[in-house]
Each structure stands twice: as structure tokens, then as C-alpha cells.
């Protein structure tokens, strides 16, 4: 959506107000002001539409015990934690970043631990790897002509999302990328308990346990 510069004569009391509900929200006073009168006008803004689709993610996620919350570094991203129960007790944090323009891809999910465990970093690559064998090994079977992009190494994975139909509410989404989050999660973490040579029995038996509801995530 392009922007361009207006002229705006405002009371100063005004100003400082907004300025300083900006500030709490992290925001700048030209995004507020833009907001505030999409509203007043019901045009949906693409600002509005992620800040709905993270309200919606982190009402369902954030139900859940191990999942924590992180504040928004902006309104395009926001960040969630899980405790790793592995040796010194790190956490594995899930970033997901919106795209800030409308159209069927989402955004991305970014999944990386801080550590310096060298084995730890091997058994996420390893983990990550395996996840995603058997991820494309279903999506080539159930949507063709869907290439998921993921890139691996390092301890870390970033998957791209797109949707898969149209007409998909902001609500439908957030829940979407909260049980792909989960999903993931108990996969990761179930496989960390476990010897490597079960580890694709049950990446696989969670992934098709979380295909029953069928996606409209990709």
C-alpha cells in the first residue's frame, strides 16, 4: 500500500497524547494517526491485519504451559519461547515475521536456540532435516505444485508460509501458525527424548496427526 506526505494542523495537546500512546505501543505517531483514521473510516490497514493475525496466534499459544509471550519488537513480528528440557536448560525460540503486503504469502517462521552446545546445534540440524523429509514428502502428495522454501543450518530453520485457498480470515491464520507451532514443538521435543533411529516414526506420526485438520497454511 503506497504512503505519501500530508500537511495536518493538530492541537499540541493532541500530539503529545498520541505520541505517547505510540510509544507504549511501540509505534510511531504517522503509523498511529494512519490507524486511527482507517478505523473511523473501517478500512482495514495491513498493519491492522497482522496485529489481528498476532492476536489471534497468541490467544491460542499462549493457553498453553510451555509457550511464553515475548513483547513485539514490531508490528510485524512476534516472538515465542519453549523450554528445551536438554542440558542447561536453553530455549528454543519461534519468531514468526508477517509480510507486510497482502497476498497468499504469509510471512516466515524463523525456529533457532541460542547456544554454544556444538551437540545440541547438531541434533537441530539433524532434527530439521528430518522434519522437513517428511514435510515435503507429504505436501508433494497432498498439494502439488507447492514447493515450500526452508532454509537449514546452524541450529536453526526459516520456512515460508503461503496460503492455500483464498478467503482465509485473519483469525483462521493466527490459529493456523499457532498449531504449526505446536506441532513442531512436540515433534522437536519428543525426538530430543528419544535415539535418532526413532526419530522420523514419530516426526511423522505427529505431522499426520496435525494433517487430520486440514492446513490452510503451507
Do not use: H
Not at 536453526?156 to 513442531?184: H, P, V
Amino acid at each position: 500500500m503506497s504512503k505519501s506526505v500530508y500537511s495536518l494542523v493538530l492541537s499540541d495537546d493532541v500530539v503529545a497524547k498520541i505520541d505517547r500512546a505510540a510509544y507504549a505501543l511501540g509505534s510511531s505517531r504517522s503509523n498511529l494517526i494512519n490507524q486511527v483514521l482507517a478505523e473511523y473510516v473501517s478500512f482495514i490497514t495491513p498493519e491492522k491485519r497482522r496485529k489481528d493475525i498476532f492476536d489471534s496466534l497468541a490467544s491460542v499459544i499462549g493457553g498453553f504451559e510451555p509457550f511464553q509471550i515475548q513483547n513485539r519488537g514490531s508490528d510485524s513480528m512476534l516472538c515465542i519461547r519453549s523450554p528445551l528440557r536438554v542440558k542447561y536448560n536453553p530455549t528454543i525460540k519461534y519468531t514468526v515475521e508477517l509480510s507486510r503486503n497482502n497476498g497468499n504469502e504469509i510471512g516466515q517462521l524463523k525456529i533457532m536456540t541460542r547456544t554454544q552446545s556444538e551437540s545440541l546445534i547438531e541434533m537441530l540440524d539433524a532434527f530439521f532435516y528430518q522434519f522437513c523429509k517428511i514435510e515435503q514428502k507429504y505436501i508433494r502428495r497432498l498439494f502439488p505444485g507447492i514447493i515450500p522454501q526452508y532454509q537449514v543450518g546452524q541450529g536453526k530453520m526459516i520456512r515460508n508460509f503461503s496460503l492455500l485457498k483464498e478467503g482465509c480470515t485473519d483469525n483462521e491464520i493466527g490459529s493456523a501458525i499457532a498449531a504449526y507451532i505446536q506441532m513442531i514443538d512436540r515433534a522437536l521435543k519428543s525426538c530430543l527424548s528419544e535415539d535418532t533411529e526413532q526419530w522420523e516414526r514419530i516426526v511423522e506420526g505427529i505431522y499426520l496427526e496435525y494433517l487430520k485438520d486440514t492446513p490452510i497454511i503451507c
